[in-house]
């Protein structure tokens, strides 16, 4: 075969249940219809996941993809992304980390590993120069993530950048059904339960060595160029994350009234800038640890050096720990969200979604749902940082009747707990959490995370940035029609993101991104195509769902997500006003049917998708 | 005549001069007295006029609109991009310039 430029042109399949292990093409067909990432992810799942498998069973697949541009040489581009049927929708999931997996994967001969079955003992799998390994994992069970990147690191005799590892912690092993694949010191793929799967395989760990094949790049002048360029936008366009880290946007977001404070009960946060990244890199000891090749580097070891958790030393927490770990949780010591972003990282944790239970378990305790016998002891009060940690523990075990009770999201929880508690919990109704926010104050977000087909916010990033795909800007962001309309106009571009390899926060425009796709693949693609691609992707997602028993009525938020904030900067404003009429323009803008959300015939058609049809 | 202020959350510190006051890395805050029937939008181009810095990085001064980049607030409440440009401003009034910002 002759392989695509820019790909290793092998997807590594490995069968946990038999331990056969083979590769399979790559080919210029598959990669023009699904480019990598999440695309190819949504190819296999579909054709290999049939409705009726749960995701525990072992005819789930666990699909790691890189793509395209992933080793490339563009700035950052080492991503890869993780497509499964999770356990907190039991639908699609896609999610994706950073660090150096994705380059050393397809440096070592793949652009992806599709996993199936379940082994019978704990295993680790080894990827090295074209050929896979499964190992023996016995002696990692229940360990921290990162003690299985030191042990394996020992045990293999290597340095730290000659393999790139990831891995569960106890929160997988436990099907936590948020658990994260963590690895390279601190990076996640964390939506939807992607490491709980990981875990009902007896899969502990994957380690990538890195390799020496540089895929063909078709033009490397003109991808010098493209890069040289998208480094200078990222540096000059958007946020200073190479000075602030995201955590500099804290204050910002506080400002436009979308910092999740105290499971969404105020908007007030009076010391948010004693807990910005301009606090923490400005008081704070700081060590960059970029991923590979990328000189924005926003990405710090921290050493906390006030308070009373000096001298720990953790990954200065992105913005969304910060945030789960800060003011969904009622804390306002900084040190400690350092102190709780490890744990809940060492452990194997999505924040979000762990933050998200924890706080409404808080506002039960303090409301007197729950009393310190549901709690074994913790008084569960909001800022209680130890008790949080905690807490971390034992829902990472499930330990005691609130450490299970927790281990399966807030949704379930709250609803098992029932009364007047089930109206405290944060969610969407298909089961998931919302990112670091408080959406009331973003609606497309909100909007967004409802009706997603990937678990996790689908159309927009940090909001919506219509004119960077040449459409008109937001002008009210309280609007029911211009955020339904635009949320649809400016879906796909961001699907079409994570079929790269990339990382968004390094390459924020869409433009640059196809100059350096051209340059590394020899083809001449634009704007529409990216789209095109994109949303296909949504729409295969999105029939997948429904054969696997998605409800259009479950596109809404919980009672507490979609309620009106009674304070701070967004007071007063209510996206369930015309929550039904939205829904019905956005279905209608995106060619599905207006009342039941499914894709119209002719739809799929136009995207290449006519074969999902009859499955419709 | 009317004196309101103007926060810019946008990690210009001191670039704005010696009439801002710069309380963290974040913020600077102006000052500033406006005729009778002076609009945000008549500010924030006054503001873009006399400062470099404003003008490259919050007001567009031949678009007559804020950047896409940044979005500002009236008195601690979102409102809508053209109500804010329309805003007759009175005493004690307060607009917040805001960096659009993502994270994860």
């Keep these: 075969m002759n392989r695509p430029r820019g790909y290793a042109g092998n997807i590594l399949r490995v069968d946990l249940s038999s331990g056969r292990r083979w590769g399979e093409d790559l080919d210029e067909r598959m990669v023009k219809k699904w480019v990598g990432g999440v695309g190819v992810g949504a190819a296999y799942l579909y054709d290999e996941v049939s409705p009726g498998v749960e995701w525990s069973d072992p005819e789930n697949r666990l699909i790691w993809t890189t793509g395209p541009l992933a080793g490339s040489g563009v700035f950052g581009a080492s991503t890869f992304n993780v497509v499964t049927k999770g356990p907190m929708t039991n639908l699609a999931g896609s999610s994706q980390a950073n660090g150096f997996f994705g380059a050393y994967l397809k440096s070592a001969g793949f652009d992806g590993i599709v996993f199936q079955g379940t082994s019978p003992t704990p295993v680790y799998l080894l990827v090295r120069d074209g050929a896979a390994e499964i190992r023996d994992a016995r002696h990692l069970v229940w360990r921290d993530v990162f003690d299985v990147e030191d042990l394996l690191r020992r045990e293999l005799g290597v340095k730290e950048r000659e393999v790139s590892i990831y891995a569960i912690g106890p929160a997988g092993e436990h099907r936590v059904r948020y658990s994260a694949i963590v690895g390279d010191g601190g990076h996640l793929a964390a939506h939807n339960g992607v490491g709980a799967v990981m875990g009902s395989k007896n899969l502990k760990a994957v380690v990538a060595y890195k390799g020496t094949d540089t895929f063909g790049i078709y033009d490397p002048e003109a991808l010098r160029k493209a890069n040289r360029e998208l480094y200078e936008v990222a540096r000059t366009w958007g946020p200073p994350f190479q000075k602030w880290g995201t955590a500099g946007g804290f204050s910002a977001i506080y400002g436009v009234g979308a910092l999740p404070v105290r499971n969404l009960t105020t908007n007030l946060y009076p010391n948010h800038e004693r807990m910005n990244g301009q606090f923490i890199r400005t008081h704070f000891k700081v060590k960059p640890k970029p991923c590979h090749k990328c000189p924005v580097s926003h990405v710090v070891q921290v050493t906390v050096t006030e308070g009373p958790y000096c001298g720990f030393v953790g990954e200065e927490p992105e913005y969304e720990s910060l945030a789960a770990w800060g003011p969904v949780i009622g804390n306002d010591e900084v040190g400690a969200t350092v102190m709780l972003t490890r744990e809940a990282d060492r452990l194997g944790m999505d924040c979000n979604e762990a933050s998200w239970t924890i706080g409404w378990a808080i506002e039960c305790f303090e409301k007197g749902v729950f009393t310190t016998r549901e709690t074994d002891g913790i008084e569960l009060r909001w800022g209680n940082v130890e008790g949080v940690r905690e807490l971390l523990n034992r829902i990472a075990r499930r330990e005691g009747y609130l450490g299970d009770l927790l281990a399966d999201g807030v949704m379930r929880a709250s609803r098992r707990v029932g009364g007047e508690a089930a109206d405290w919990a944060v969610y969407a109704q298909k089961g998931v959490t919302p990112r670091g926010h408080d959406h009331r104050g973003r609606w497309c977000e909100l909007f967004d995370t409802c009706v997603t087909n990937t678990s996790t916010i689908e159309s927009t990033f940090g909001g919506l940035k219509p004119e960077l795909v040449d459409l008109p800007p937001v002008t009210d962001p309280f609007s029911h029609d211009e955020v339904s309309t635009l949320n649809a106009k400016f879906n796909g571009i961001r699907q079409f993101d994570d079929c790269l390899g990339i990382c968004r926060l390094a390459s924020p425009d869409p433009k640059l991104i196809l100059k350096c796709l051209n340059a590394v693949t020899g083809w001449d693609w634009m704007l529409k195509d990216a789209f095109t691609v994109g949303r296909r992707v949504v729409n295969q997602l999105r029939v997948f769902n429904f054969r696997h028993g998605m409800k259009a009525q479950d596109e809404r938020p919980s009672k507490r997500y979609g309620s009106v904030p009674i304070d701070g900067p967004t007071q007063g404003r209510d996206i369930m006003e015309k929550w039904a009429w939205m829904l019905e323009n956005y279905y209608r803008l995106m060619g599905w049917d207006p009342k039941t959300g499914k894709p119209l015939p002719q739809t799929l058609k136009e995207l290449g998708l006519a074969e999902l049809i009859r499955d419709l | ?104």
């Design chain 2, 1 to 104: 005549m009317p004196k309101v202020s103007v926060e810019f959350w946008t990690w210009m510190g001191k670039d704005l001069g010696a009439d801002a006051l710069s309380p963290s890395e974040m913020r600077s805050v102006l000052g500033v007295v406006v005729e009778h029937g002076t609009t945000a939008r008549m500010l924030l181009d006054r503001l873009a006029k006399e400062n470099p810095r404003v003008a490259e990085k919050v007001f567009h001064r031949e678009r007559q609109r804020l950047y896409p980049q940044v979005v500002a607030i009236l008195n601690d409440r979102v409102v809508r991009e053209a109500d804010l440009y329309d805003a007759v401003l009175s005493d004690g009034d307060r607009i917040t310039v805001l960096p659009q910002y993502v994270g994860g």
